[in-house]
């Protein structure tokens, strides 16, 4: 194991692995200075509701990074936490992180084919972060802010894609029309990542949810309950 990943996902290292993640999280929170913009209420609830699905798309893009067919079979939680399951033998940590790995595999196909830069991955996690769609409990005036602030990040998207196409088509002597396709079909994969998302978040949430009721790993405190489980009265997916 490369040292990529350095701690087995197991019940003992759950709520580490759960802490961890989170904190990165609300670290990356304090450098978007968008969010200062909107009222505290609304604040909370965007931040609270949408930490799975950033978190979960972090983990998608750690997977991505993590090449190599001697991992092939392996989870990337990041932080240093992963999942092999020739090394697990707990049920249902292996339930949750091989329901986990599918449905990441399933998300990095079509990605695998037209790749996904750093600043790609970032603009993507914006939008997903601003993202109000399945979300109840904002405010009108934080509904417009954050959807202003989703098809900014997406609009900038479309002109990065198009941009990194244009290098390449231009080193590989593509035609005009080439280009247009090969952009076209590129953002259509990376505007798709944001739906897929929307599963694995309720996915983890949902599985989260559970060890959280029954402490599975320590799960049971304060900030895990009101994130997995009371935030659910004001989100719906």
Same mark, same amino acid.
């Not at 240093?80 to 990441?104: G, I």
């Given at each position: 194991?490369?040292?990529?990943?350095?701690?087995?996902?197991?019940?003992?290292?759950?709520? =580490?692995?759960?802490?961890?993640?989170? =904190?990165?999280?609300?670290?990356?929170?304090?450098?978007?200075?968008?969010?200062?913009?909107?009222?505290?209420?609304?604040?909370?609830?965007?931040?609270?509701?949408?930490?799975?699905?950033?978190?979960?798309?972090?983990?998608? @893009?750690?997977?991505?990074?993590? $090449?190599?067919?001697?991992?092939?079979?392996?989870?990337?939680?990041?932080?240093?936490?992963?999942?092999?399951? =020739?090394?697990?033998?707990?049920?249902?940590? %292996?339930? @949750?992180?091989?329901?986990?790995?599918?449905?990441?595999?399933?998300?990095? =196909?079509?990605?695998?084919?037209?790749?996904?830069?750093?600043?790609?991955?970032?603009?993507?996690?914006?939008?997903?972060?601003? %993202?109000?769609?399945?979300?109840?409990?904002?405010?009108?005036?934080?509904?417009?802010?954050?959807?202003?602030?989703?098809?900014?990040?997406?609009?900038?998207?479309?002109?990065?894609?198009?941009?990194?196409?244009?290098?390449?088509?231009?080193?590989?002597?593509?035609?005009?029309?080439?280009?247009?396709? @090969?952009?076209?079909? $590129?953002?259509?994969?990376?505007?798709?990542?944001?739906?897929?998302?929307?599963?694995?978040?309720?996915? %983890?949430?949902?599985?989260?949810?559970?060890?959280?009721?029954?402490?599975?790993?320590?799960?049971?405190?304060?900030?895990?309950?009101?994130?997995?489980?009371?935030?659910?009265?004001?989100?719906?997916?």
């Amino acid at each position: 194991m490369k040292a990529v990943a350095a701690t087995q996902m197991t019940e003992e290292t759950l709520s =580490a692995m759960w802490f961890r993640l989170v =904190a990165h999280y609300f670290e990356w929170l304090t450098g978007i200075s968008e969010i200062q913009y909107m009222a505290h209420e609304d604040k909370v609830r965007l931040v609270v509701c949408h930490l799975c699905k950033v978190v979960c798309l972090s983990v998608v @893009y750690t997977n991505y990074t993590c $090449k190599g067919s001697e991992q092939e079979d392996c989870l990337f939680f990041g932080s240093e936490f992963y999942w092999d399951p =020739a090394r697990s033998n707990d049920p249902l940590m %292996d339930e @949750y992180c091989l329901e986990m790995k599918r449905t990441v595999n399933r998300i990095l =196909a079509p990605v695998k084919k037209f790749g996904m830069s750093r600043e790609e991955f970032i603009l993507i996690k914006l939008m997903i972060l601003f %993202d109000c769609t399945n979300l109840t409990g904002i405010s009108d005036e934080g509904l417009e802010f954050a959807r202003s602030m989703c098809n900014k990040y997406r609009a900038t998207l479309s002109q990065l894609v198009r941009f990194h196409v244009e290098e390449m088509g231009v080193a590989e002597g593509w035609s005009g029309e080439q280009i247009d396709r @090969y952009s076209m079909e $590129k953002l259509k994969c990376l505007l798709d990542v944001p739906m897929s998302i929307e599963v694995l978040g309720k996915l %983890d949430d949902d599985s989260l949810a559970d060890m959280v009721e029954n402490n599975y790993g320590g799960m049971r405190g304060i900030l895990q309950q009101q994130i997995h489980t009371e935030s659910r009265k004001i989100r719906r997916f």
